[in-house]
């Protein structure tokens, strides 16, 4: 069974930074690919940034420029690390994994972690 364990939310300032973990329960060479999502209140969860196995990235416009995703596998971790932090960052943040066998699609995800950003 796949789970994924978020770590390293809280508080910062504006202008700060933090790091999320993503531990995963299985070998992340498993998966199609590994990301970031948030959801901030009364919003859609959205996108912020994935990793594919060969080590492509990808991320939203927003983030660009301030957050990298990356990946250890030998911990079975991706991480996010966020810098120049603004109030529009603060959200719940989902770790998500993908397998992709075939056509079929199979989405992981954390239970989330908060991040709240302060002005």
């Known amino acids: 069974q796949v789970q994924l364990v978020e770590s390293g939310g809280g508080l910062a300032q504006a202008g700060g930074s933090l790091r999320l973990s993503c531990a995963a329960s299985?070998?992340?060479?498993?998966?199609?690919?590994m990301g970031w999502y948030r959801q901030a209140p009364g919003k859609q969860r959205e996108l912020v940034a994935t990793?594919?196995?060969?080590?492509?990235?990808n991320y939203a416009d927003s983030v660009k420029g301030r957050f990298t995703i990356s990946r250890d596998n030998a911990k079975n971790t991706v991480y996010l690390q966020m810098n120049s932090l603004i109030p529009e960052d603060a959200a719940v943040y989902y770790c998500?994994?993908?397998?992709?066998?075939?056509?079929?699609?199979?989405?992981?995800w954390g239970q989330g972690t908060q991040v709240t950003v302060s002005s």
């Open positions: 990793i594919a196995t060969g080590g492509s990235t």
């Open positions: 998500n994994a993908q397998r992709i066998v075939v056509i079929l699609r199979n989405d992981y």
């Open positions: 299985v070998s992340i060479a498993s998966f199609s690919a």
